[in-house]
């Protein structure tokens, strides 16, 4: 029932709101009840309400404010990106984003793949079911 | 001689209607004086020409009883429809209307009179060498190689109804002559067809699966959004 993750200094969340929809960024000041300063890489420091970021699990160490190079420095320390792209959440996304990139070919390559693959799952099923029945 | 980039006036004006210069002014600019001097203190006269006599024109016998009013000149020349970008040779494209609603099909080339020509092909679809409307049909992204085909003696004329011969006004052989002019489709436009997909299909089975990509018609499923699919 307690919070999980918290609002703080060097937490990493995704904006889902705005112009900046989609980007991961760290939280690098609290500016009052309602909004924080963030940073990325690869954008200026902006402030933004907190009902615009979903916050994740991921945390990086660093001071209040942090200049840009340190900013970046950390993140490739803790592997911010890495991270992001092996958790579940991250990885959902990017096949989000892959399957809205797909061409029509693509679909009905992929389309003929899945019904492969459920053939394939078939056989084998059917293949456990006859050794049950046989014991 | 080199051609000169931008004519200049003797007389630029201060503001629409106005020169710079006046009419004196201009007089010297130009050089007028120095003609007038050539030509002895006045400017060079040249006789008109004398017209040729023309025979005087008679009224007309009938006048009509209204004035009828003339239509205005039209010398407009209507442009062949603008292609999409989209829409190269080769571009498979989805058919949205018509008895080959859904199917994918190959395009060839765009004829004179603004409509795609497009071809199945043949074997593989079921759609003959066409004619389409560039508005009833998406473009995908998906092109097929079509250096091999030929398709400069098609155009919109090889596609026109041919004229109808006068029937015999017969009774009894009256419906039966109609018949057998209505499904026979010639010879040579099988042949033609049959020219224009040797090497299509080829460059299609060097794709894989596009052969059966081809093959299948289009449909939204469910969740498909047609504003966000990519084609």
Not at chain 2, 138 to 160: H, M, Q
Not at chain 2, 162 to 173: L, M
């Amino acid at each position: 029932m307690p919070f999980k993750r918290y609002v703080e200094i060097g937490r990493v969340a995704l904006v889902n709101y705005g112009k900046e929809y989609g980007r991961l960024v760290v939280i690098v000041d609290v500016i009052d009840q309602n909004r924080a300063l963030i940073d990325a890489p690869d954008m200026v420091r902006t402030q933004i309400n907190f009902k615009r970021l979903s916050l994740t699990d991921i945390k990086i160490d660093i001071n209040r404010v942090p200049k840009k190079k340190a900013l970046v420095q950390a993140m490739k320390e803790a592997d911010v990106q890495g991270k992001w792209e092996r958790s579940s959440w991250g990885r959902k996304l990017i096949v989000q984003k892959k399957r809205a990139l797909l061409n029509d070919f693509d679909r009905f390559k992929l389309m003929l793949a899945r019904i492969k693959r459920g053939g394939l799952i078939r056989q084998e099923l059917s293949k456990l079911r006859k050794e049950e029945a046989s014991t | 001689m080199a051609p000169k980039n931008s004519k200049v006036t003797r007389n630029p004006n201060l503001i629409p209607g106005i020169g710079k210069y006046s009419r004196s002014q201009m007089y010297h600019k130009k050089g007028l004086w120095a003609i007038k001097a050539k030509n002895g203190g006045q400017f060079p006269h040249h006789e008109k020409k004398a017209k040729p006599e023309t025979t005087s024109e008679k009224p007309p016998k009938f006048y009509p009883a209204d004035d009828v009013k003339k239509p205005l000149v039209n010398k407009r020349k209507p442009k062949p429809t603008k292609l999409r970008t989209s829409i190269t040779p080769g571009t498979v494209l989805i058919i949205l209307t018509g008895r080959f609603k859904g199917k994918r099909v190959v395009f060839l080339k765009q004829l004179p009179s603004g409509l795609l020509l497009i071809t199945g092909p043949f074997k593989i679809n079921g759609v003959p060498l066409r004619r389409v409307n560039q508005s009833y049909v998406i473009a995908t992204s998906t092109k097929v190689d079509i250096s091999g085909v030929d398709v400069n003696k098609l155009d919109d004329k090889y596609f026109g109804k041919k004229a109808e011969k006068k029937k015999k006004k017969g009774e009894g052989e009256f419906f039966e002559a109609e018949k057998e002019d209505k499904n026979v489709l010639p010879q040579e436009k099988k042949d033609d067809q049959k020219l224009v997909d040797a090497s299509l299909i080829q460059s299609i089975e060097a794709v894989p699966d596009l052969k059966a990509y081809l093959a299948a018609r289009f449909s939204l499923k469910s969740g498909m959004k047609p504003h966000e699919l990519v084609f």
